[in-house]
């Protein structure tokens, strides 16, 4: 099925660290939305971002709707042992369909 | 209810034989989601529904799949003769509504019925 380019697919960082990543998609979206998902869990929605542009920020995470509407980015600040788990990104078309489709996943494992 | 609810939490079906997934969405929501999600892959589209209007079944993989929503509120996903590659996490999500954006389109998760066929 369709599915948007999800980048890193994972990464190992320290505790502390910064963490960032991006979903990009030749089509245009009018939602993106970002969630963790952790084993044997359904996906927790974390951000969700409406207008080109917007930047929103929850706790130490903050995400943001690219400009040209076909990209978005997830930031994680210091992070934490807990914040391990595969992010997604989905985005919603802006025309034809109200389905949401999903980034490949970011893996992040956190050394501590 | 507080969340979406998915039952059961875990299924094992042998080979060829129809199962049935349920998924009640938060109260009060009027669009609803089905997603499959294989062993370390992102989440695939099945199908969805919005209120009285007709379903997108358009990421539905062949015709031993389908699903209904009664009432506007539960939706059952059937799988006849399933075969092994349906094993997976099927997902059910809801909404608020659809409209051209805002809060209400938001999709919060269940936790999933992983299927296992044998």
């Known amino acids: 099925g369709q599915q948007l380019n999800q980048s890193p697919q994972s990464m190992f960082i320290q505790e502390g660290e910064d963490v960032s990543m991006n979903c990009t998609s030749s089509s245009i979206f009018n939602t993106w939305l970002w969630y963790k998902q952790d084993p044997g869990e359904g996906p927790v929605l974390l951000i969700a971002?409406?207008?080109?542009?917007e930047l929103t920020s929850n706790g130490r995470l903050t995400a943001q709707f690219g400009i040209t509407r076909k990209d978005s980015f997830l930031n994680i600040s210091a992070s934490i042992p807990s914040d391990v788990g595969i992010y997604f990104c989905a985005g919603r078309l802006t025309s034809g369909t109200y389905k949401y489709i999903f980034g490949t996943g970011t893996r992040l494992k956190v050394l501590a | 209810g507080a969340g979406v609810s998915q039952s059961p939490s875990n299924k094992v079906t042998e080979k060829g034989k129809d199962v049935e997934l349920r998924c009640d969405p938060i109260s009060g929501h009027t669009a609803l989601y089905w997603y499959r999600q294989s062993l370390g892959q992102g989440l695939e589209f099945l199908i969805y529904f919005q209120g009285n209007s007709a379903p997108d079944k358009s990421g539905l993989p062949s015709d031993r799949f389908s699903a209904e929503r009664t009432g506007g509120s539960v939706s059952t996903l059937t799988i006849q003769r399933t075969q092994q590659e349906d094993s997976a996490v099927y997902l059910c999500?809801?909404?608020?509504?659809?409209?051209?954006?805002?809060?209400?389109?938001?999709?919060?998760f269940g936790q999933g019925t992983r299927l296992t066929v044998v």
């Open positions: 999500a809801s909404s608020a509504g659809l409209g051209s954006g805002g809060k209400d389109t938001e999709a919060f």
């Open positions: 971002l409406y207008k080109a542009g």
